[in-house]
């Protein structure tokens, strides 16, 4: 007779005990950007609602900011890196092929114990990294898991490029996700739709710089209306699965924090889920830029130290960009 294999107990449910985040230190006006691609501070506002971003230094890596903001998120959780089971990094622009950026974070942690993963799902890898902790965490298969955002896009954006320059940004999120005695993650709704994998992609693939070098190292290239059209159309759509399958409506959230892509993509997702007034809306763009990967956990970190939102209030997140992929859930704040 075959024998029957063991699982371990199941939880009740996750649910995010803490937030960090990294800020690089300087601070990057649009009148800095405008003068290469012949743009002007006045648009860039009007346009995306960034006022100013911040910059990596050069020797800054996406490991070095994923580090910082971890090292926070474990201090507020109370947890040792020891006990954490395990790293989930998304990102775009950690520069080498393999090995992973998690297994580098997990070990400058002291998270000697943990699985190390990265995700590349883009600007929706933070959501869907969250989702994989949920399932993680509830299955018995560890007890914490770090999900961090992270991106130096400055790496991999060109500054002349006049469809990006000014909407791109460096910085990292991270989050410790725990048992908990009921649902604080409610669940994921994801997708991708690989048919307009070229809406934002690289200019070359590695092996095409290989047989016929363009000037420049290949770097991410954006259609902008196209992206903007589908987020403004699908996005939205995506939200309201993700309220329907927690259970909720809007007016049982305190807090919208979406993918800071652009404040005008925002203000038309606000509109068409017609979020009550006493929800509070994510607008970290402003003074962040477009940090893909890392800028849900950067606003809802930013979001609870500027605003007075309960522990244990509602928040819808969703993150959507390249693939073009989408991952939307509702969580309880820390
Ligand atoms: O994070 C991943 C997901 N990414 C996104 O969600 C980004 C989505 N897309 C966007 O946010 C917007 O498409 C952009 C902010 C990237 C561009 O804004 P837009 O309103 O879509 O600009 P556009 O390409 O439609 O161009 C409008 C006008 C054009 O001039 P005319 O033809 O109306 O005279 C452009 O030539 O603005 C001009 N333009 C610029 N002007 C100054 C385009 N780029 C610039 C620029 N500076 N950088």
Redesign the pocket.
């Known amino acids: 007779m075959t024998a029957t294999l063991r699982l371990p107990a199941t939880r009740p449910g996750s649910r995010i005990m803490s937030v960090g985040s990294y800020r690089p230190a300087r601070v990057v006006t649009n009148d800095e950007i ?1 003068g290469r ?4 501070d006045e ?2 506002r009007e ?2 609602g960034i006022v100013e971003r911040r910059f990596a230094a050069y020797d800054e890596s996406v490991c070095d900011m994923a580090l910082a903001a971890a090292e926070k998120a474990l201090a507020g959780a109370g947890v040792a890196p020891e006990a954490v089971g395990m790293v989930l990094l998304a990102s775009v622009t950690h520069p080498y092929q393999t090995p992973s950026a998690a297994a580098e974070v997990a070990d400058r942690l002291g998270a000697s114990k943990a699985g190390a993963l990265d995700i590349g799902a ?2 929706a890898g933070f959501c869907y990294g969250l989702g994989l902790a949920d399932t993680i965490v509830r299955t018995g298969t560890s007890e914490y898991v770090v999900v961090i955002g992270v991106e130096k896009l400055t790496d991999f954006v060109s500054l002349d490029d ?6 791109f940004a460096d910085g990292a999120g991270a989050v410790v996700v725990g048992p908990s005695d009921h649902p604080g993650i409610g669940p994921v709704v994801w997708g991708a739709d690989g048919s307009q994998k070229d809406a ?1 992609t690289m200019t070359q693939s590695w092996i095409e710089y290989r047989d016929e070098p363009a000037e420049q190292y290949p770097v991410l290239t ?1 259609q ?2 196209q ?2 059209r589908w ?1 403004v159309g699908e996005i939205s759509k995506v939200c309201t699965e993700a309220l329907e399958a927690a259970g909720i409506t809007s007016d049982d959230l305190v807090a919208f924090v979406p ?1 800071q ?2 404040m ?2 925002t203000d038309a997702m606000v509109r068409a889920l017609k979020l009550p007034e006493h929800v509070v809306v994510a607008r970290d763009i402003a003074t962040t830029g ?1 940090t ?1 990967a890392a800028s849900v956990p950067l606003a809802l970190d930013a979001l609870i130290e500027s605003a007075d939102l309960p522990s244990g209030g509602l928040a819808l997140l969703v993150g ?3 693939g073009l992929a989408y991952a939307a859930q509702v969580v309880e704040l820390p």
């Open positions: 405008a691609i012949d743009s002007s648009w860039i346009r995306t883009a600007c006049r469809g990006a320059a000014f909407i934002i954006m902008g209306q992206v903007f987020a993918h892509a652009n005008r993509i477009n893909s959507f960009g390249a």
